[in-house]
């Protein structure tokens, strides 16, 4: 399952100030519910202001 591209239905696109999650255009339905809730744990975790602050640290 850890290659299975319909268990984690996308990666998160670094770079831009919000969370997306880019998926293949021909995944399936259960790749699409995956991704959703990628993005959801991404907005509860408030990754967006964890990688700043990291970024931040980190220069």
């Given at each position: 399952d850890y290659l299975?591209?319909?268990?984690?239905?996308?990666a998160a696109l670094l770079g831009v100030d919000g969370v997306c999650i880019i998926?293949?255009?021909s995944s399936?339905?259960?790749?699409?519910?995956n991704a959703c809730s990628l993005a959801i744990d991404c907005v509860?975790?408030?990754l967006v202001t964890l990688m700043k602050?990291?970024?931040q640290n980190a220069s």
């Open positions: 299975d591209p319909d268990t984690f239905g996308g998926s293949h255009g399936s339905a259960r790749a699409i519910v509860n975790g408030d602050e990291t970024i």
